[in-house]
């Protein structure tokens, strides 16, 4: 039997996504997203959706770009910091620990501690109601080098991202890899 | 130190769907999509991104509903099956053994044999280069009983959601809470 939830954002996996950019002052902030994805592979791009009266959207804005630092699971704990409070009032990074990194591409700071960063171009915004989708042009992926499997990929397991569950407002991370997609199917061909 | 990736699509986590519409001869057909993700909280939508040539495209245009079948970690071989071959010569729930079941709200079927159904009324769509994301209002969330949480939440330990990681194309699961989120930042302010 199921349970029925009704008109509600609720479905799993949703990322624990750190989107950073500068403010009009220059200072470097960070605010967590669960509301994202990619959503198209050429040109590569990734959507995440904001409020209009968030502090990082006119930010980004005004700068053409922004970064996505993915948080490991040791770093729940800034992560959800991070959401947390405004950057309007608040330097985050001082008050978690972190480092400030400047993108290499985009005018925007990364997370320096954290595994996975995406820098992102604004290529264009959707209005889809109370969240404004930022669609971002991924102009570069960087993955620390001992979350690397033997091919050189990033292996999700050893990189260990921290996974939000909406409803039960939980934060998990990933285990080991069940199999290898594209190929795992082909006895049911 | 971290290794550059160059544009790609790529980041951590992705989800694995399976989309679920009737196509125009009304057989239930399924795909396996991992670009998407949560849009807006209000009203709640969900964006899936299709390639334009894909069969479920057009069926999802000319219905104006999907659904999104989350599958369970044990049902990693169907789904995987579901993006391997196209409906427009197969039977893919005959194929895989999996039961269609006419959603409620929508004209469209889902995987009854799945923990978590989503029920989407198409709302816009919006062109992103080689994909086309399909924006659909969230009508209704169905989650099996045995995946809920003491409090009644759908528990995503116990769903155990395919997660996927592009790049090493392995597909994982999620593993225990580690924390409750807009709390465990706490210690910081």
Not at 79 to 86: K, R
Not at 106 to 115: G, I, L, R, S, T
Request: with cysteine; charged share 20%; proline share 7%.
């Amino acid at each position: 039997m199921k349970k029925s939830f009704g008109s509600k954002p609720l479905v799993f996996p949703t990322p624990t996504w750190v989107i950073g950019c500068y403010d009009a002052q220059g200072k470097a902030n960070v605010m967590t997203a669960a509301w994202g994805g990619i959503v198209s592979s050429l040109p590569p791009s990734i959507g995440v959706s904001l409020r209009e009266n968030r502090h990082s959207y006119q930010s980004i804005l005004a700068k053409g770009g922004f970064t996505i630092s993915v948080p490991g699971a040791k770093h729940a704990r800034e992560a959800d910091y991070f959401g947390l409070v405004s950057g309007r009032d608040r330097d985050k990074f001082a008050a978690s620990g972190l480092t400030p990194q400047r993108a290499e591409f985009v005018d925007a700071p990364y997370v320096a501690e954290f595994p996975m960063i995406i820098e992102c171009r604004l290529s264009q915004t959707v209005e889809l109601g109370q969240h404004i989708q930022l669609i971002g042009e991924i102009v570069d992926v960087k993955v620390d080098e001992d979350a690397l499997d033997a091919d050189g990929n990033p292996d999700m397991a050893l990189l260990a991202p921290l996974v939000f569950a909406p409803g039960a407002r939980t934060y998990h991370t990933v285990g080991p890899a069940i199999g290898k997609a594209f190929s795992l199917g082909k006895g049911l061909l």
